[in-house]
């Protein structure tokens, strides 16, 4: 079972603060890696997304990769209370003609005023 | 609006009516992907088109699920002889190279 994981939380940060999402993955395969954001009750919104090792900013975004650790870790600076949600990693194995997107199991951000 | 459409946003049958979901990708976007995510869970995948050609099907899934996507545009997703276990939100995702971008999503309940 090609799985990626996800540590569900609740993680909870004061407003201001860096929040850090970590994510492994088990199919090295995996090329692609991707962060969503998602609210109650809504569809998930993509944020951004990795496939080289290293860092990769975005606005107080910063995602973060490790093949060799299958690793990935998204980082909110500055945060605030409109970024409470749940937050997604996903990962591509784009393999073939197969690009299969599998989802973790989320984790769910709370930023306190 | 230019994003993914699903048709219709909340359905509520009674166990054992068949349902069909609609999704329209974003123009040009030739991958479709499906997902079903219940609450506190992430989206499971379902299945995967590229184009008209459906490449891969959850072995999850029950023989009572079905999707196409005919010239590769639009695609329907149809549950045969729902059951209170299908209630969950159905989303649609397209997809032009490997970023996914999602539509709203097809909230089933079966009652």
């Known amino acids: 079972q090609k799985e990626v994981e996800q540590n569900s939380g609740p993680l909870s940060v004061p407003e201001g603060a860096i929040a850090s999402l970590n994510c492994t993955y088990s199919d090295r395969g995996s090329q692609s890696f991707f962060w969503y954001r998602q609210y109650s009750g809504k569809s998930p919104e993509l944020i951004m997304f990795?496939?080289?090792?290293g860092d990769k900013e975005d606005g107080r975004f910063t995602a973060q990769l490790n093949k060799a650790s299958q690793y990935v870790s998204l980082l909110i600076r500055d945060s605030q209370p409109s970024d409470s949600a749940t937050y997604l990693c996903?990962?591509?194995?784009?393999?073939?003609?197969?690009?299969?997107?599998?989802f973790g199991k989320g984790t769910l951000l709370t930023v306190n005023p | 609006d230019t994003g993914v459409s699903q048709d219709p946003r909340h359905k509520i049958t009674k166990r054992g009516q068949n349902v069909t979901f609609r999704c329209d990708p974003i123009?040009?976007?030739?991958?479709l992907y499906w997902y079903r995510q219940t609450l506190g869970q992430g989206p499971e995948f379902l299945t995967y088109?590229?184009?008209?050609?459906?490449?891969?099907k959850s072995r999850l899934l029950s023989d009572r699920f079905s999707a196409e996507r005919p010239k590769g545009s639009f695609s329907t997703l149809e549950i045969q002889r729902t059951e209170q276990g299908d209630s969950a939100m159905y989303l649609c995702?397209?997809?032009?190279?490997?970023?996914?971008?999602f539509g709203q999503g097809t909230r089933l309940t079966v009652v």
């Open positions: 123009s040009e976007h030739n991958r």
């Open positions: 995702a397209s997809s032009p190279f490997t970023e996914a971008f």
């Open positions: 996903a990962a591509l194995n784009s393999g073939g003609s197969n690009y299969k997107l599998t």
């Open positions: 990795i496939y080289s090792n």
């Open positions: 088109f590229q184009n008209e050609a459906q490449l891969e």
